[in-house]
């Protein structure tokens, strides 16, 4: 059996991931594909756990030890999920991968892209997406759209959601290096356009591997 197909949605905090994959989820399958749609960090009970920690803002954790507990949920969440769906030729939507370690971690901590990436492939075992999905959005835009939650008083943000401007403008730049540097699998769609716009242009950016997957 060919492996399976593996596809990431990258960008900062507000850009529109999680609305953008669940989207996806649903346009693939009403053309009878079915596309497992699985979140980072998460996605199995231990990185879920850590997913809790490392996101706490009531706990002070320090670059490093941020980088390493979301290279070890990482970690879980390849060796326990998706290289056994990937075998089994599945069809992956993940919301977050390994770019977001780059550019969070990397650039947004200054821990260092390549020392970071280092650190990525031995959690992954090398595990590359084939599309990676960039949202493009400026930083402040993200921030205003964070701030404007519905239905009443804004939710508490979590430890990342929290930092400072020039954070958010680091992760930005990181990721606009990364897009540069690999083109053959990055596709950057513009997150200031409508909803319904991002998702055709990413349908659009897909055609290409979904054309190639058997349908139910």
Known sequence: MARGTLITIEGIDGAGKSTLAASLQRELAARGLDARLVREPGGVELAERLRALVTDPDIDVSPRTEALLYAAARAQLVAELLRPLLDGGA???????????????GGGRRLGVEQMRILDEFATGGLVPDRTLLLRLPPSLARARLGARPGGAPERPDRLEAETDAFFEAVAATYEDLAAAEPGRFRVLD???RPDEVLAEALAALEDLLAAQPAD
């Open 91 to 105: 069809l992956l939507l993940l919301d977050r991968f390994s770019d977001s370690t780059l550019a969070y971690q």
């Open 191 to 193: 997150a200031t356009r």
